[in-house]
């Protein structure tokens, strides 16, 4: 079935708005942000819960509010995105925005027309900039362009010393009280993680957290999906696709696109919970590969008998089960999974070591240790490994489907 690629993208960023799932309160913020003079946003989040996918509807959210509040009418306003990049600077990076921004008949603008190589001027051309974009070379340029957003993604892969120059630009933009919105975007647990080099910056930035989706939002997506495709899921099926996402959308348009071709496979347009025991399969063939290795560098041993698997296993179920609201689980909380995986009584002495050795480098470091002997904590350096865990121990037959979901249904 073709059109399921339509619905489900687990691999590129969801960019239409009839299929983005969840998140009305995150681009409700976004709007109110807009609205306001002087007010700009910093979305931050774990990697795999989103952003970027909210990032892409941006643009066709603010058209709705902009029509909403002024008519059809309203002017087409500027929405800008671009990517971050570790060799960045704050001036290449803000050269690569302006230059999205061509100056078209004394006013600018993006895709209204094509335009021939010789006749397009980009902004930065227009206002004579080099590469050597200034603070205040930026400040000026932008208020020039009343009503515009700056997306800057993957903000936290910029130099520390390079970021620090746009918490200068955003101050100084609203201590002006510039009519132009800039939105940072990156991976962070606290607004301190991207910005903290301004005291003051706070009262000028609306700080919007990108949580896990719950399991009403992972169900949109799937309900997204059964109208855009014309397929339907059956309850054990949603059930299964929701609480193996852990809250992760990514996983769930892999898991619903593969479950979706494997019903399509038996002529069927209704998918089943047999359907998404092979799409774990396929889905765990083609995660990410980073995934993948660090899956493989964790769990290799030579010696016969070895447990690295199903203490993985285990710390992926407790983390499902007993994390915290960062993640974080107590070795206690693996001897249940434990006892369960291997059919037998475990205690904590029978694999306290393998879960030391899980945040060590020889390990990958796959998990992070907090706290003090005899009051250690773990969590997952990378939130999308625990569904990995889980989907290819049932594929390796590590353990069974129907075990997995007696452990998660605990939650």
Same mark, same amino acid.
């Given at each position: 079935?073709?059109?399921?690629? #339509?619905?489900?993208?687990?691999?590129?960023?969801?960019?239409?708005?009839?299929?983005?799932?969840?998140?009305?309160?995150?681009? =409700?913020? #976004?709007?109110?942000?807009?609205?306001?003079?002087?007010?700009?946003?910093?979305?931050?989040?774990?990697?795999? +819960?989103?952003?970027?996918?909210?990032?892409?509807?941006?643009?066709?959210?603010?058209?709705?509010?902009?029509?909403?509040?002024?008519?059809?009418?309203?002017?087409?306003?500027?929405?800008?995105?671009?990517? @971050?990049?570790?060799?960045?600077?704050?001036?290449?990076?803000? @050269?690569?925005?302006?230059?999205?921004?061509?100056?078209?008949?004394?006013?600018?603008?993006?895709?209204?027309?094509?335009?021939?190589? =010789?006749?397009?001027?980009?902004?930065?051309?227009?206002?004579?900039?080099?590469?050597?974009?200034?603070?205040?070379?930026?400040?000026?340029?932008?208020?020039?362009?009343?009503?515009?957003?700056?997306?800057?993604?993957?903000?936290?892969?910029?130099?520390?010393? =390079?970021?620090?120059?746009?918490?200068?630009?955003?101050?100084?933009?609203?201590?002006? /009280?510039?009519?132009?919105?800039?939105?940072?975007?990156?991976?962070?647990?606290?607004?301190?993680?991207?910005?903290?080099?301004?005291?003051?910056?706070?009262?000028?930035?609306?700080?919007?957290?990108?949580?896990?989706?719950?399991?009403?939002?992972?169900?949109?997506?799937?309900?997204?999906?059964?109208?855009?495709?014309? +397929?339907?899921?059956?309850?054990? /099926?949603?059930?299964?696709?929701?609480?193996?996402?852990?809250?992760?959308?990514?996983?769930?348009?892999?898991?619903?696109?593969?479950?979706?071709?494997?019903?399509?496979?038996?002529?069927?347009?209704?998918?089943?919970?047999?359907?998404?025991?092979?799409?774990?399969?396929?889905?765990?063939?083609?995660?990410?590969?980073?995934?993948?290795?660090?899956?493989?560098?964790?769990?290799?041993?030579?010696?016969?008998?070895?447990?690295?698997?199903?203490?993985?296993?285990?710390?992926?179920?407790?983390?499902?089960?007993?994390?915290?609201?960062?993640?974080?689980?107590?070795?206690?909380?693996? +001897?249940?999974?434990?006892?369960?995986?291997?059919?037998?009584?475990?205690?904590?002495?029978?694999?306290? =070591?393998?879960?030391?050795?899980?945040?060590?480098?020889?390990?990958?470091?796959?998990?992070?240790?907090?706290?003090?002997?005899?009051?250690?904590?773990?969590?997952?350096?990378?939130?999308?490994?625990?569904?990995?865990?889980?989907?290819?121990?049932?594929?390796?037959?590590?353990?069974?489907?129907?075990?997995?979901?007696?452990?998660?249904?605990?939650?």
């Amino acid at each position: 079935m073709t059109s399921a690629s #339509i619905a489900f993208s687990p691999r590129t960023p969801i960019s239409t708005k009839e299929l983005f799932a969840g998140r009305w309160g995150q681009m =409700q913020a #976004i709007g109110d942000t807009v609205a306001q003079v002087g007010l700009h946003a910093v979305i931050f989040g774990e990697r795999g +819960v989103g952003k970027t996918s909210l990032t892409h509807v941006i643009a066709p959210v603010l058209a709705v509010l902009d029509r909403r509040k002024e008519g059809n009418a309203a002017t087409q306003r500027l929405v800008v995105r671009v990517n @971050a990049n570790n060799t960045d600077t704050f001036a290449s990076l803000v @050269a690569k925005a302006m230059d999205e921004i061509y100056w078209l008949e004394d006013r600018p603008a993006m895709g209204l027309r094509p335009l021939s190589r =010789q006749d397009r001027v980009t902004l930065r051309s227009a206002f004579g900039l080099g590469n050597d974009i200034t603070i205040d070379d930026a400040r000026r340029t932008l208020a020039q362009l009343p009503g515009s957003v700056f997306i800057f993604d993957e903000f936290d892969r910029l130099p520390k010393k =390079q970021a620090a120059s746009f918490t200068d630009l955003i101050k100084g933009l609203s201590d002006a /009280a510039i009519a132009t919105t800039i939105v940072l975007v990156g991976v962070a647990e606290t607004v301190d993680g991207l910005m903290k080099d301004h005291a003051s910056i706070g009262r000028a930035l609306t700080q919007i957290p990108m949580p896990r989706m719950n399991e009403r939002e992972l169900g949109e997506i799937l309900a997204n999906a059964e109208k855009v495709i014309k +397929v339907s899921f059956d309850d054990a /099926a949603r059930m299964q696709i929701v609480r193996m996402s852990q809250g992760l959308p990514h996983f769930t348009h892999l898991i619903g696109l593969h479950a979706v071709r494997a019903a399509a496979a038996r002529h069927s347009r209704t998918i089943t919970a047999e359907d998404v025991q092979k799409a774990f399969s396929d889905a765990v063939s083609q995660s990410d590969q980073t995934v993948a290795s660090a899956y493989s560098t964790a769990t290799h041993s030579a010696q016969p008998g070895a447990k690295y698997s199903h203490v993985l296993l285990a710390a992926a179920i407790a983390a499902y089960i007993n994390g915290d609201s960062y993640g974080y689980f107590q070795p206690s909380h693996l +001897v249940g999974p434990m006892t369960e995986i291997l059919g037998r009584p475990e205690e904590i002495a029978g694999f306290n =070591q393998h879960l030391s050795q899980f945040a060590e480098a020889k390990r990958g470091s796959v998990l992070n240790r907090d706290g003090g002997p005899r009051a250690y904590r773990f969590r997952f350096n990378q939130p999308l490994l625990p569904p990995y865990v889980i989907m290819r121990s049932i594929r390796d037959g590590i353990v069974t489907t129907e075990l997995v979901n007696k452990m998660m249904s605990d939650a």
